[in-house]
């Protein structure tokens, strides 16, 4: 599939944002910790949210998809080891170890895959698991987890060796349940993990100190289902008022949740973005950008990694020099090859690092999508530019953003979704 986009056509009008994507897999997770009715509303429709859904078809629990609604119900989990197709395709399948492990006690299952854009290691999970007294098999790139039957494993204190979302997420949804107290230090404090802590809260966990690095849990011996609504995409948001940006235009971003606005809008302050805060979400108007000395990855609620590629095409029309700095993912920076094709000043410092000198004038190009976040930023560096762009592989995007296409048409961009 591919886009086709005729650029330098200034965005007008109102988007909605959808949910967030990285809080919709481990609220799934949570939904396998009991046997009762769970419904997810505000649930994106990805392409990543299919497979997940296919796995958990395959592990025997039911699952219904109404709109922007999915209904799961898992009375009965038939197996507890993950299907390896469907797994090594998709890195957020990694939570459902721990949700598995938490409801069964054991779990097999695959290294995960995704995008590549660096090493995905789940060392930190493995010791996570390890300190709640999980004993572990590997067999090439398989994993068997369980916890011995004998097992009188009582309490746990556990300190994440990185602040890594996933492991946060696993650990959580492994602890709720049983007779057990755990404490998880270092812990990352992404809005999704809140998003978590407030759906099994819901369902009758006992979790304190959500929405900080330390995560006091006191095992409960059931969960309850619920109805629980998925927040907002920030990051969805924060393209979107890139996209208004660099072609001069004046959008309202709707739906976005103010608190979580801090670590994306206000980078985009310091390039020159005007914006204002609304009762409906945010405007954007018309900006003059300049250059911003300096703009670096950090762990939340520090400027997010899954923003830099989008950063960086706000970079090109910014006057002055960036130096843009994404130490999480050596990976991350390979895709500005193909903004220099389109005209963009561009000098990558090392595998971490590129300078970014603008404001320069982009032209159409014909584009292959490396992964879900460099994807929508060729998307957006087309249409700020001048003549025709093709975005191939766009079903790469719409793993991670919804409704791509239509959205932007309906913002006055000249864009076709076009299947191959």
Same mark, same amino acid.
């Given at each position: 599939?591919?886009? #086709?986009?005729?650029?330098?056509?200034?965005?007008?009008?109102k988007?909605?944002?959808?949910?967030n994507?990285?809080?919709?897999?481990?609220?799934?997770?949570?939904?396998?910790?009991?046997?009762?009715?769970?419904?997810?509303?505000?649930?994106?429709?990805?392409?990543?949210?299919?497979?997940?859904?296919?796995?958990?078809?395959?592990?025997?629990?039911?699952?219904?998809?109404?709109?922007?609604?999915?209904?799961?119900k898992?009375?009965?989990?038939?197996?507890?080891?993950?299907?390896?197709?469907?797994?090594?395709?998709?890195?957020?399948?990694?939570?459902?170890?721990?949700?598995?492990?938490?409801?069964?006690?054991? @779990?097999?299952?695959?290294?995960?895959?995704?995008? #590549?854009?660096?090493?995905?290691?789940?060392?930190?999970?493995?010791?996570?698991?390890?300190?709640?007294?999980?004993?572990?098999?590997?067999?090439?790139?398989?994993?068997?987890?369980?916890?011995?039957?004998?097992?009188?494993?009582?309490?746990?204190?556990?300190?994440?060796?990185?602040?890594?979302?996933?492991?946060?997420?696993?650990? #959580?949804?492994?602890?709720?349940?049983?007779?057990?107290?755990?404490?998880?230090?270092?812990? $990352?404090?992404?809005?999704?993990?809140?998003?978590?802590?407030?759906?099994?809260?819901?369902?009758?966990?006992?979790?304190?100190?959500?929405?900080?690095?330390?995560?006091?849990?006191?095992?409960?011996?059931?969960?309850?289902?619920?109805?629980?609504?998925?927040?907002?995409?920030?990051?969805?948001?924060?393209?979107?008022?890139?996209?208004?940006? @660099?072609?001069?235009?004046?959008?309202?971003?709707?739906?976005?949740?103010?608190?979580?606005?801090g670590? @994306?809008?206000?980078?985009?302050?310091?390039?020159?973005?005007?914006?204002?805060?609304?009762?409906?979400?945010?405007?954007?108007?018309?900006?003059?950008?300049?250059?911003?000395?300096?703009?670096?990855?950090?762990?939340?609620?520090?400027?997010?990694?899954?923003?830099?590629?989008?950063?960086?095409?706000?970079?090109?029309q910014?006057?002055?020099?960036s130096?843009?700095?994404?130490?999480?993912?050596?990976?991350?920076?390979?895709?500005?090859?193909?903004?220099?094709?389109?005209g963009?000043? #561009?000098t990558?410092?090392?595998?971490?690092?590129?300078?970014?000198?603008?404001?320069?004038?982009?032209?159409?190009?014909?584009?292959?999508?490396?992964?879900?976040?460099?994807?929508?930023?060729?998307?957006?560096?087309?249409?700020?530019?001048?003549?025709?762009?093709?975005?191939?592989?766009?079903?790469?995007?719409?793993?991670?953003? $919804?409704?791509?296409?239509?959205?932007?048409?309906?913002?006055?961009?000249?864009?076709?979704?076009?299947?191959?």
């Amino acid at each position: 599939m591919k886009y #086709i986009i005729n650029g330098g056509l200034k965005l007008s009008g109102k988007v909605s944002v959808s949910g967030n994507k990285n809080s919709i897999f481990p609220c799934i997770g949570a939904a396998l910790l009991t046997g009762e009715e769970v419904v997810l509303e505000n649930v994106s429709d990805l392409a990543d949210v299919a497979v997940l859904i296919k796995i958990l078809k395959k592990l025997g629990v039911s699952v219904k998809k109404n709109h922007s609604e999915i209904i799961i119900k898992a009375d009965k989990i038939a197996r507890f080891s993950l299907p390896e197709d469907l797994m090594v395709a998709l890195r957020g399948s990694i939570v459902l170890v721990g949700a598995i492990l938490g409801r069964l006690g054991r @779990v097999n299952f695959y290294h995960p895959g995704g995008d #590549i854009i660096g090493r995905r290691s789940i060392m930190t999970h493995l010791a996570g698991f390890s300190g709640l007294g999980v004993n572990f098999k590997k067999s090439n790139l398989k994993y068997s987890l369980f916890v011995a039957e004998d097992s009188s494993f009582k309490k746990a204190e556990i300190f994440l060796q990185e602040a890594s979302v996933t492991a946060t997420e696993n650990l #959580i949804l492994a602890s709720v349940l049983g007779e057990r107290q755990v404490l998880l230090k270092n812990c $990352a404090k992404e809005p999704h993990i809140g998003d978590l802590c407030r759906m099994l809260l819901q369902m009758g966990a006992k979790i304190e100190g959500v929405g900080t690095d330390t995560l006091e849990i006191t095992g409960v011996k059931f969960l309850r289902g619920t109805r629980f609504r998925i927040g907002a995409d920030y990051i969805e948001a924060g393209t979107y008022a890139v996209a208004a940006a @660099v072609t001069g235009g004046e959008i309202e971003i709707e739906g976005v949740e103010e608190a979580f606005l801090g670590p @994306v809008f206000l980078p985009l302050k310091s390039f020159g973005v005007k914006t204002e805060v609304t009762e409906r979400g945010v405007k954007v108007f018309p900006s003059k950008l300049k250059a911003v000395a300096k703009l670096v990855t950090n762990i939340w609620p520090g400027f997010p990694t899954d923003f830099m590629s989008v950063a960086i095409v706000l970079a090109t029309q910014s006057r002055g020099v960036s130096l843009c700095h994404d130490w999480m993912y050596e990976g991350r920076m390979f895709f500005v090859d193909k903004l220099i094709t389109m005209g963009a000043k #561009i000098t990558l410092a090392d595998p971490h690092r590129v300078l970014v000198l603008g404001p320069g004038r982009l032209r159409g190009r014909v584009l292959d999508t490396p992964d879900i976040r460099a994807g929508m930023a060729l998307v957006v560096a087309a249409l700020a530019a001048k003549g025709k762009s093709i975005i191939n592989q766009a079903e790469l995007i719409e793993r991670g953003y $919804a409704d791509v296409a239509l959205k932007l048409k309906k913002l006055g961009a000249d864009i076709e979704r076009v299947e191959d």
